[in-house]
């Protein structure tokens, strides 16, 4: 299967996630949403250390709005590769309904973004792959130019790999959430020429966040994180940087999606994606342990539920 430009040119290392752009956003967030002049710069840094994909979805607050006025603002429209999403759809849709909102989703999209076509459009929800025809059929109208799956669970990945045509995944990896790079699932899909987008490097900030500020339903993963700190204080590695350059060093991983709230970070994050791969002996020492981190804690969607059952 021939691969669409946006795939065929491999991505930059380093994708930037978007979410924070139209809301705040995550667990370790101090910052709130960044201003627009704010969002300006963090593009501009960005474009400048060769990143050339940011990462949103509908459902990421007026992210794609700001996304499109900055690009429009700093020249990068039609440059900076976009990539967003599907907004999660019913599973028990006629494929014509279905393929209605696919297109009346992606075209406001457009609309917002200010372009012709998007060059990845992925299903938001991991079960909406049962409409990939119907996202499909967009590529022969020229409003998209590849489709993919943003996952949250391996067992979609593998079903996943039965529809080639969905041709690029996203899903969550880091030192503590092993489901997908130790299952056999990343090694398939780099067979089967499947282009891999990795978020959650840093847990939403739970993997570098202090003990004492660990939220109490997610208090389980302070002995784990411990031991990932003494791995990388062995190495006299910092935190941020043993975290990232772990996920780097994976040769499945085609590029990592990061969120950023502020410039500063933006530049951080460039300066640890300029470092990559880690020495082979820190990576042996992170193999070594296994975390044994169970779902709900690695899992962000069961966060919520988490918190309830401790309330309770």
Not at 30 to 48: K, L, N, Y
Request: aromatic share 6%; hydrophobic share 45%; charged share 25%.
């Amino acid at each position: 299967m021939d691969l669409p430009s946006i795939l065929r040119q491999p991505p930059s290392r380093l994708t930037v996630g978007t979410v924070q752009f139209g809301m705040s956003y995550g667990v370790a967030n101090q910052t709130g949403r960044p201003s627009f002049d704010t969002v300006c710069a963090i593009i501009r840094e960005a474009w400048d250390h060769g990143v050339d994909v940011l990462d949103t979805a509908p459902g990421y607050g007026e992210s794609e709005e700001c996304i499109g006025r900055a690009l429009e603002k700093l020249g990068l429209r039609g440059r900076m590769r976009i990539v967003t999403k599907v907004s999660p759809l019913p599973l028990d849709l006629p494929s014509a309904e279905a393929a209605r909102k696919i297109e009346e989703g992606v075209s406001q999209s457009l609309k917002r973004l200010g372009l012709d076509r998007v060059p990845l459009c992925l299903f938001h929800h991991q079960t909406n792959i049962c409409y990939a025809e119907e996202l499909l059929r967009l590529r022969a109208k020229g409003m998209i130019e590849a489709a993919g799956v943003s996952l949250v669970d391996a067992e979609y990945g593998w079903k996943a790999l039965k529809i080639p045509e969905l041709q690029a995944w996203q899903f969550p990896t880091n030192v503590l959430d092993r489901r997908f790079t130790h299952s056999g699932l990343t090694a398939a899909a780099m067979k089967a020429n499947v282009t891999v987008f990795v978020r959650s490097v840093y847990l939403q900030g739970l993997i570098l966040m202090a003990d004492e500020a660990t939220p109490p339903h997610l208090a389980e993963v302070i002995p784990a994180r411990r031991k990932i700190r003494e791995i990388a204080a062995h190495f006299g590695l910092p935190m941020p940087e043993l975290a990232m350059r772990a996920v780097l060093s994976r040769p499945e991983v085609r590029s990592v999606v990061v969120g950023v709230e502020t410039l500063e970070q933006m530049r951080e994050n460039a300066a640890l994606f300029a470092k990559g791969a880690l020495p082979s002996e820190v990576m042996a020492s992170l193999e070594a342990y296994d975390p044994k981190m169970p779902e709900r804690i690695v899992s962000p969607v069961g966060w919520e539920k988490a918190k309830a059952a401790y309330k309770a």
